[in-house]
């Protein structure tokens, strides 16, 4: 009964490889984003969509592309993934000012 | 532009006293105001928020926040500091121009000793 999942928990893959990260809430809300936290904690927002259209999209690579399939679904694929993309990335939904994180995707990039 | 500060990375507390982390904030208009907390490998939970009202908010766990208007701080704090409060914990203000965007401050790891 977890309000916001996500899937894979560890994320271990090479250099140049495509892997996509899945995100679902329960909690009907309209709202849902991705995050990534780095090395050093700090979090920043990347994406975020509303009833499936994308409202907002910060300054993030283009290999980056998130995809709404419904408003309870909020996937994030990765393309040629770099050195530089390992991190953590949460997702999270709100419905009003208040967001509501996932677990988070450790992604290493080796 | 809107930002928070945590000017203090680390808090440092003996379990039973009372524990402040603090927050400053930079905003043209009224302030949106939230604290989180991330535990170990978890994701981030949400503590309180002040939207409007009384300037003495209180969340969970026992945590209450105050807004001070004229410091432009939303200092977190806790009359009786537990272990298990340990954890990371983020202040973050509401973007004017996104009002779905909350921009983090960098966190502050508090550290309750037994």
């Known amino acids: 009964d977890t309000a916001v999942s996500q899937t894979p928990k560890y994320l271990v893959t090479q250099m140049g490889n495509d892997k996509s990260i899945k995100c679902e809430q329960n909690l009907g809300h309209d709202t849902m984003y991705w995050y990534k936290q780095d090395s050093k904690k700090f979090l920043k927002i990347m994406f975020s969509y509303n009833n499936k259209e994308l409202i907002i999209n910060e300054t993030v690579p283009n290999r980056f592309s998130p995809k709404s399939p419904d408003k309870a679904h909020l996937n994030l694929h990765i393309n040629s993934l770099e050195l530089g993309d390992s991190a953590v990335y949460f997702c999270?939904?709100?419905?009003?000012?208040?967001?509501?994180f996932g677990p988070g995707t450790r992604l290493t990039v080796l | 532009a809107q930002s928070v500060a945590q000017p203090e990375d680390q808090v440092n507390v003996a379990e039973g006293n009372p524990l402040t982390v603090k927050c400053t904030y930079s905003v043209s208009g009224n302030p949106y105001l939230f604290w989180y907390v991330q535990y170990p490998n978890r994701g981030l939970q949400f503590l309180l928020k002040?939207?409007?009202?009384?300037?003495l908010v209180k969340g969970s766990y026992g945590f209450e926040a105050e807004f001070n208007k004229s410091q432009t701080s939303f200092h977190l704090k806790k009359p009786s500091a537990l272990v298990s409060d340990s954890a990371l914990y983020f202040c973050?203000?509401?973007?004017?121009?996104?009002?779905?965007?909350?921009?983090f401050g960098t966190g502050t790891l508090l550290a309750v000793q037994p």
């Open positions: 002040y939207i409007t009202g009384d300037n």
């Open positions: 973050a203000v509401r973007d004017e121009g996104a009002t779905n965007k909350l921009i």
């Open positions: 999270a939904s709100s419905l009003g000012d208040t967001q509501y």
